[in-house]
């Protein structure tokens, strides 16, 4: 499962992005004990990364 994720959150997204994505603001929120707005920033910034990425390329739905 760990060789999957490689390299998911690098460049552009793929089918594993998600998923790891929500797996961080888990790990973050209930391992780490940090708080809700830890869990939103870590959205908010994932979400302007894909946004911005290469200009407008991944704004709105996007496919893998």
Request: aromatic share 18%.
């Amino acid at each position: 499962m760990a060789s999957e994720f490689h390299g998911c959150l690098d460049g552009k997204p793929n089918q594993f992005t998600p998923e790891a994505i929500a797996m961080y603001i888990s790990w973050k929120c209930y391992e780490e004990g940090r708080k809700l707005s830890t869990g939103e920033s870590v959205h908010a910034a994932f979400k302007y990364h894909y946004t911005h990425l290469e200009g407008d390329k991944y704004r709105g739905d996007w496919r893998y």
